[in-house]
């Protein structure tokens, strides 16, 4: 999928049910999250994040902070009780205008619209945390790799990166039932569900990188990984894991 068919499925999830695209809880879907429940959740995340960035003595400065894939603002705004000033990008205009809807009355808070595999409206060397969080699995790995080196060339010296990702490709699909489909092998299956995938609209699509691939680039790109920790935010179906990398300085 390139990004302009992204954003139009994403743009399609922010007018008709953008709270479940964000947190697809099954219970939630058919705009069943309340505001207050679904922010809250926002507030628990990014508490358990600065909870630990100040357990390892990580993002000495708060100034500035950039929520990539911001969606309706629910981790922008919980990043604003600890930073001077948080950007908040998403690809979807219709996100951006839940997202100031929702937190236009928070002056440390802006949101942009983001369209394009660069970051052009954000310095290099001007952003103390970049956090994204149920993002970058929905964007197909090219692009990924693209963001991650606009992410780094961003941070400030010592500033930090926290992504989470899964691993690579869902396991094999399983089977289940009787007929056909049991007697096709697994990746018949796939490519068959796929194509079925391919025409609903709109779509989430998932992807992953590799864990040594995520690491060998961000040390190549001047922001080496100092830790992994097992992430199943995305599901259960592949391995994931979320990464914390520091800029170095040059």
Not at 7 to 31: M, Q, V
Not at 114 to 122: K, M, P, V
Not at 157 to 171: E, Y
């Given at each position: 999928?390139?990004?302009?068919?992204?954003?139009?499925?994403?743009?399609?999830?922010?007018?008709?049910?953008?709270?479940?695209?964000?947190?697809?809880?099954?219970?939630?879907?058919?705009?069943?999250?309340?505001?207050?429940?679904?922010?809250?959740?926002?507030?628990?995340?990014?508490?358990?994040?600065?909870?630990?960035?100040?357990?390892?003595?990580?993002?000495?400065?708060?100034?500035?902070?950039?929520?990539?894939?911001?969606?309706?603002?629910?981790?922008?705004?919980?990043?604003?009780?600890?930073?001077?000033?948080?950007?908040?990008?998403?690809?979807?205009?219709?996100?951006?205008?839940?997202?100031?809807?929702?937190?236009?009355g928070t002056p440390n808070i802006e949101f942009r619209?983001?369209?394009?595999?660069?970051?052009?409206?954000?310095?290099?060397?001007?952003?103390?945390?970049?956090?994204?969080?149920?993002?970058?699995?929905?964007?197909?790995?090219?692009?990924?790799?693209?963001?991650?080196a606009e992410f780094v060339r961003v941070l400030t010296?010592?500033?930090?990166?926290?992504?989470?990702?899964?691993?690579?490709?869902?396991?094999p699909v399983k089977v289940e039932g009787h007929g056909?489909?049991?007697?096709?092998?697994?990746?018949?299956?796939?490519?068959?569900?796929?194509?079925?995938?391919?025409?609903?609209?709109?779509?989430?699509?998932?992807?992953?990188?590799?864990?040594?691939?995520?690491?060998?680039?961000?040390?190549?790109?001047?922001?080496?990984?100092?830790?992994?920790?097992?992430?199943?935010?995305?599901?259960?179906?592949?391995?994931?894991?979320?990464?914390?990398?520091?800029?170095?300085?040059?």
């Open positions: 999928m390139r990004l302009g068919s992204l954003r139009r499925h994403w743009d399609e999830y922010g007018r008709s049910d953008p709270f479940w695209a964000i947190l697809t809880a099954p219970d939630k879907k058919g705009n069943r999250w309340s505001v207050d429940e679904f922010l809250q959740t926002g507030r628990e995340e990014i508490d358990a994040l600065i909870a630990y960035l100040d357990e390892r003595g990580l993002t000495e400065n708060r100034r500035r902070a950039l929520d990539f894939g911001c969606g309706a603002g629910r981790l922008t705004h919980a990043l604003a009780r600890y930073f001077d000033h948080v950007i908040g990008v998403d690809i979807a205009a219709s996100m951006i205008d839940v997202a100031k809807r929702l937190h236009g619209v983001n369209t394009s595999n660069r970051l052009e409206s954000i310095a290099s060397d001007s952003i103390d945390l970049v956090y994204t969080l149920l993002v970058l699995q929905h964007i197909p790995p090219r692009y990924v790799r693209e963001y991650l010296p010592g500033g930090v990166l926290v992504f989470q990702l899964p691993s690579g490709d869902a396991l056909l489909k049991r007697l096709l092998p697994h990746r018949a299956v796939a490519v068959i569900r796929a194509v079925r995938r391919w025409r609903e609209f709109p779509r989430m699509e998932s992807h992953g990188l590799p864990r040594r691939e995520v690491e060998q680039l961000l040390t190549d790109l001047g922001a080496p990984v100092v830790d992994v920790v097992d992430d199943h935010a995305h599901g259960t179906d592949t391995p994931g894991f979320r990464y914390y990398a520091v800029k170095v300085a040059r």
